[in-house]
Structure formats: structure tokens, C-alpha cells
């Protein structure tokens, strides 16, 4: 564990008075001996080791200039705070799968509720009656109308719905004030209840016995409406014997509470409809909500107390404030519950919806204000959590069983909170989830964790909740990651992407440790270094500055800009004549010139006078790298192919290099491609002269080029490095020159022993690869060898960061959920290679026919030696074949076939782009020549076996019984 992370509040205030201690004695500023003093003193800890502080020394040390004072130590304390939270709160970010998947419907009445069902069925009710069953994949099963509109008659309107799955019925409500119960396996009326009091609103039902329920609905005037129903099923049958009226059996209210089995209670709770309602088993109450401020939502009990002391209590005081005695009168007639009997929550402009969890003791509420309020139900006085976020009214609430808070606005915008945290975790707009319309129901699935919508009666829409980090492609930049270094000094690997976003990883485990955006102003970082001490990062951009930045705390500490800027390519750092410098490359064609000193004050440096060379004989386009050799050697090549050797100490000309071009362009292929946009030294050759090729280049199609730089430079070889002659995109040598890393635009790495290639003079082979494997499915855009630790860290356009061990084992991707071990190989993900790559076609291994290097027929030759066929007639038939067809012939034919210049493709993948194709009819093809043989089939004769011996001889006897066996 980190030093900072184990310093408590205690621990701060002893070492802020040892800070003071050493103000009050003259040291304003402590080096890194008076710093090991104060921590090992303060902190006491026995496991902690002066390597540790002095590592943390070195992270609060800003501006690298070895001395620190407590407003420096704070800072650092404080992002470091702030940087552990903000990975806290990453670790908890979900999202959903985007865009939602979309079920258009025929276009009716809005939906006015949506139900899901044990067996993992979707049920939907419209206004009109209409109602539809869908499968969890969203698939209609089937569908129907319960109304038809009488001629000359107003249509029958259903205002909510809800389910008695005990029985195998559904009841919905209506806007004549009728409850109907319908079958639920063959939507056939069952009866229904006329004569309620109000219109019906909100409806729910629960089972409270083994034959016992509830019935309970919520009106337009306020009230809060119970039929508790004894004897259910037998209840049920007598209703379903009344009279029909319009084909469906039908009792009214006054005439169903007649039964002893039927109690009606009804409570006046709100002064406005019931927007949402719901009885909760698990408390033994009912949560309904209004508009109406003063009673937003309230907590009541179903049947009222049954304790007589605080009931001749509420008594008491209604006689001494001259009300009247509340009692229970005629059904229809509301009444209101004791105080005792109910919990009142004052919310601004009311509560629209809510959801209860038991678990966490928490209710939440939304409504026309658009705050998100969390209460402690026994606590209606002040809500104990706000949450705001959302720009218009909140539609619907849900608390999943993972402690996560679903929330609709009216403007189509989801949101995820914490419940713990209580922040935001994701927010799902209307543009991207494809949300349109205007949403009349939601329902959220804790078991399949996916959240549907109905929107505009038109749609209905399924958002699917994942991980943030998609299992299969883990990104560790959400744009192109353009270059990465490794910074021995913290054991850190710093990325940086298109959108100017620098990321500090632990190199270690692959954690994000620290990130700052908007380094370059938005603009893109394009190439970085570190200073010789490796704690200053130096990032070049598109905005044509050179930005120096502590990559601990995102401190910039100066800015090196010219007054004329281009884009910058590459850059270095270097030192020359003792003094240290800052080299970089760009558009501008120039080798500018940055003085690092710290007696420069000023935070914007401009760059030296150019060398005349430079001015005079440069390079005549776009410099795209640049690389040193100590002591003196300097190499920059351009877009135009030219790579020119320099001479630091003088700044002239050493010599000048031009890669040849290996292929001639075809008429289907554009102009070849002349840039060398990486050179690499082999540092071990240069200081002798007898030693060959010393400057490795990158060249057209795919191809490396080693030149000797002595007597006016010599190239002493040059092929073909990517095996799809892509364009090589990264460079890297091991300390000793003996092995060559490449990686190329198509996402391969390849490794080649450059031991003894070109070292006595000029090469005609290739040098001998020793392994290869694909890293990305896209481009590599950098390549960091660390031999240290003998891996490999590489960059690519679809912005994934990924470890390799230097043999091509997959270690992990920067960014993943699982931190690996770096010095234990358990803990890394060989081998499994990442999901993309495993799918990807190019990643499939080319088969020597689709190179064309090996003859068919030798293959066949080859395949059938190894199976040591037995058979001499099979023999003389390969050797036949082998006769009749040569190798042109079959060379010829593999030319013509589809397949031929996609080279890493499947042959299935070929199989059925061919079949698109129309027929050829242009006569037989060499294959058809070939001579087809029946086998013979003779059947196997036996001959029948002498018995006339069998009782006699006992020897016979028992040859017969094993011939028997084998037959």
C-alpha cells in the first residue's frame, strides 16, 4: 500500500508542525534526507521504507528541482484525495446498451402501464383496451382488443391494470368507474364491480392469505380505496352468477360489501388525484402520492388502529378543537385516518412517483420540481439526500436490487444513480437512446437488468444495463491513443489520445493512478518524452507547443512555443555542449531547439537560432522523427522518404539517406507511400566503424532498410517486414541490438534477430523472424519496449493500451476490472488473447496455398506421406494425379480464385461470397481434367468349415469356434 494512503488526519497535523519546526529554524524548503527524517518520525510506520518516501517525495515534487514545503505537500494530498475518489466512483459506472432496441407497434391509444410476468412475459395495456403479450426478446405472442365500441356510444377508456396471478385473472379499471376481472389465460370477462364512489386511478392488488386479499385503488378525489376480499375463489363464483350486463357478469359496489366475506374501507388522504400507488407487504402499508404539497405522500395503514388509548386520545382532541368525531360511516363516505395511522411527507409541487426499499429503509420521490428526494420513512420531516440532474419532470423511479436508482424524465432522459454515493452514474438522453415521443410507462426487469419504455403509444423501447467496460473490448482511451511512454522512475506508463487526455497508469497492476485533460488546449498530443531524470513529461501537439509537465499532480511547468507554429511530429530530449535541450520536429520543416534550463524563468520559451545547415540544406518537407545517438549523432526523416544524419556538436550535415522502393506500384494501387516515419539507431554498431549497418528505417509497403552511415552511408539491406506489407508504424531495438520489434498499421507485432544481420557488409536475405502475433485490430501507434521487466507496451487508433511479455503473451489491457501481476504470470490473461483479435479475419493464419510458396500438389504429396497409407491402389493413384497435372496448371488456377488478395481471410467467408457470383461459363477448368477411379468393392468370401472331424478331434473343434469368433 502507498504512504498516502495509510496517513490518517492524526498523522497530517504532526507533520504539518514538523514543517513548521524546520520554517522556524530557516528551512522554508526540504530535500529529500529532511523529508525521510520527518515521515519516518510522524508517520511511525515499521513497514514503510525510504525508498517509498522518497518516491512520494519525488510525486510532490512539482518541479523537479529536489526541495518541497507544506503548500507543495498539501496539494499533493489533496489530488490525491480527490484522484482516489473519482476511481471510486469509475469503479461503480454502469451504462446501457445504446441505442435501445426499438419494437414499433400499430400506432392506437397510449400504453398505459407495463407488467412483467413470472414466466418472463411482457404485458402491455392501451387506453383503448388493447392488450399484448411480448417474450423477454421483445416477439409479440399474441395480441386483443377487450372493448368494441358500441355504434353511437362513447368508447370505454381503461385507466391502470394489474394482475392476481393467485387466481389466474387480471383486473383493470375503468373510466365508467367499474373494476373488471378478466381470465388470464384466455382473456375472457370473468365479472366486474360498478357503482364506484370516484374514478379509479391507480390500481394494485396483494394476496394476504392463502385465500385471502386485497383489492385497492386510488381515485381522482383523492382517496385511497380497500376491498378486502375472505374467500376469495368462492367470492369470485358468486359474483361471476349475477346478471350480465353488455355480455359480462356484474354486481355493484353496495350489493358486493353485503357479503360477509367483503369489507370496503376507504380513506380521504389527498387533496388532489392519486398519481401513484402501492401497497407494501413487507411494512403492512400503503405509499400513495398527489400532487397537492401538504400531503405529497403518505404512509397509512389499511384497516386503521386498534389501539383504543390513542383512538379516545384523537377523540379528546378533536372535541377540545370543536371538530368532529372521526368514525367509520356508510362505505361510500371517505374517512380520514388518526395521525397516528399515517405519515405525511410535505414535498415542493408534489410527488408524481416514488419507490420504496425495504432493504436500505429509503423512499424516493420526483415529481414536477425535477429533484430526486431521498427520505427515511420514519422521518417525514426533511429528506435526507437531493439529487439533481434532470431538466425537466420526473416520470418514473425504480431501486434495483444492486442499490442502483433508475429515473425518467419527461424529456426522454434516463439517469443511473448511486444510491450510496448518491451521485449520478450514467446519463441516457433522448439522441442516443432514440427515445421519441412522449413516455407513458416504464417498467424496469431486475433479472435481466434491462429497462423498457413506451413511448408515443407507437414503440416500445428495451434499454439493456452492462458493466461500463464492455467484456470483449476493454478501451482504455474513449479516442485514438496516439503515443505511450514509460517513466522508470515511477514504474509508470503515460498515454495520451487524440482529445489532448493524458493517463498515468500503474504498470504494475495496469490502474489508472492519475489523468488531466485539455493538455494542448483540446488539441491532439501527437508524440512525448521524458527529461533525463524521468520525471518531467514533455508532450508535443497539434498546436505546434511543447508543453513540460509534472505527470503527477498535471502541473505544467513551462511552455516551449515558436512564434510561427506548425504541427509538432516528434521530439527528444537531449543533451549537447554539457547542457541540456529539447529537440522537436514538425511541419515546419525545422529542427527547433528548446534550452531546459532552470535559471529560465519565464513560463513560454521560445527555441535557439537554427543551425545553417539546417537553413540551408534541410529537409525539404514535413519532418515526421527524429532520433539521437550519443554523443553526437542526430537522424530526421521526412514525408518525402529523405533521412538525413546529423551532427549535434557542429550542426552540419553528416550524411543523406533515401530508401529505395522494393515493389512498383500496379494500376490498381495508389502512389507508393515514400515517407519513413520512424528511424531507430543501433547504438552498440555506431562508435565501430568495422560493424555494418548501424540506422534502421521504416520504408514503403512494409519494408525496413538498414544503412551504414560511414563514407557517405551505405544501405546494407532492405525487405519486407509485415507479412501484409502494411505500413510499419513503430520501431524498437533491445539494449544489446540483437532483436528488432515492428509494428505495423494493421495491429501486428513482429520480432526479428538482428544479431549478426548486416554487420560484414551488405545482406541479400532477410534476418531470421522469431516470433510475431497481432496486438490490435487496428494500427499500433507506439510501441514501448521495457526489457527491464521484459514486456511490451503498444497504443492503437481504437484506443485500447495493452501489456505484452516480450515472448507475445497477452498480459492484460490498461484499464481492466482485473489488475494483473506483473512478476506473476497467474494473474495474466494468457492464454487468452483479446476477443476482437480472436474474430477478427486477418487474424486467421494464412495458409501456404493462399501465398502461393507451396505447390498443391506438394501439400497433397505431404498429407498423404504422414497418414502412411496402406493401400498400394490409393498410392498409384496420387502418383497418376501427379502425372497428369503440373504445378503451373495449378498455380494458374489459385491466380483466378476470389480469394487470392484477401489474405488473412476465412475460406468459409470466401465460400459464400462466391456463391453471389454469377456462373462461369467459359468452359472446363484444369481441376476438371482430373480422372476419377471406382474402387472395387469385391465382397469378402469365406469358406465353410469341415465338420465332419469336429466330434473327433478336439483340435479341430477348436479352430472352428475361433474362426466362428472372427467371422
Known sequence: MQIEQQVSLEHLKSIQTAFEDFENAGRKYLDVEAFKQIMRKCLGFHGVHDDQIGELFRKIDYSANDQIDWGEFCTYMQLKYKEVEESYTRSKRISFSLPATVRELTHAEQILRIYFTPDDTFIMMREDGNISFWSAELKLKRSRKLFVRPIGQKPKWITNF????????????????????????????YCQITGLESGPLQLDYCSTGEDDCMILYGDDQGCVNILLLKSVGETLRTWKKWPKVDNFPTISLENSILSPNVTCIRWKVHEDWITQMKYYDSIGAIISSSNHEASALVIGCTSGTTNLEKQMKEVKECWKEGKGIKCHGAPGVPQKRLECDQSVFRVHKGVKTFDFCKKNNLIVTGGMDRILRMWNPYVPGKPTALLRGHCAPIFFLCISPDDKLFSVSTDNTVKIWDIEDQCCLYTANSKVSRIKGDVSACHYVSGTKSLCIAADGIALLHLKIQPQLKPHHICSHTEPVLCCKYSDEFRQVITCSEGSVIKVWDLDTGNLTFEFSGAHDDSAICCMTFDDSGRRLITGGRDGCLKIWNPNNGHCLRILKKERCGEICDCIYVEMHKHKYVLAVGWDRRINIYCDSFSD???????????????????????????????????????????????????????????????????????????????????????????????????????????????????????????????????AVSIDDSLLYAADSVGYIYVYGIKGFAVHGPEVHPPKIVNYWRAHVSGVTCMELIEEQKVIVTSSVEGTVRLWSVDGEFIGTFGQLQPWEIYAPASWQHPMVPYEILIDPLSMPIHPVLEGDTPVVQLINLEQSEENMENTESKDLHNSLKMTISDDDINEEIKKMTFQNNLGKRLRHERFQSLNKPLNHGGPVVYHTLKCFEISNSPITCEKPDLSAANTDPFLTICFKESKVEL
Not at 165 to 184: M, P, V
Not at 686 to 709: D, R, Y
Request: net charge neutral; glycine share 6%.
Open 162 to 189: 394489474t394482475i392476481m396471478s393467485q387466481y389466474n385473472k387480471f383486473i383493470l379499471s375503468t373510466g365508467d368507474r367499474e373494476i373488471q376481472i378478466y381470465e388470464l389465460s384466455t382473456l375472457e370477462p
Open 601 to 731: 524563468h519565464h513560463h513560454i520559451q521560445l527555441p535557439e537560432p537554427h543551425w545553417q545547415d539546417d537553413l540551408k540544406r534541410g529537409h525539404k518537407d514535413d519532418i515526421l522523427c527524429i532520433a539521437q545517438c550519443p554523443p553526437t549523432l542526430l537522424a530526421t526523416s521526412s514525408y518525402d522518404g529523405e533521412i538525413i544524419v546529423w551532427n549535434m556538436i557542429s550542426g552540419h550535415i553528416y550524411c543523406r539517406l533515401r530508401n529505395p522502393h522494393i515493389a512498383v506500384c500496379t494500376d490498381r494501387e495508389a502512389a507508393v507511400d515514400k515517407s519513413v516515419n520512424k528511424v531507430v539507431f543501433l547504438k552498440t554498431r555506431v562508435l565501430k566503424a568495422e560493424l555494418g549497418a548501424s540506422l534502421v528505417a521504416t520504408g514503403s509497403q512494409g519494408s525496413l532498410a538498414f544503412w551504414n552511415l560511414f563514407h557517405g552511408g551505405q544501405l546494407f539491406g532492405i525487405f519486407t517486414a509485415s507479412k501484409v506489407k502494411s505500413q510499419l508504424s513503430s520501431l
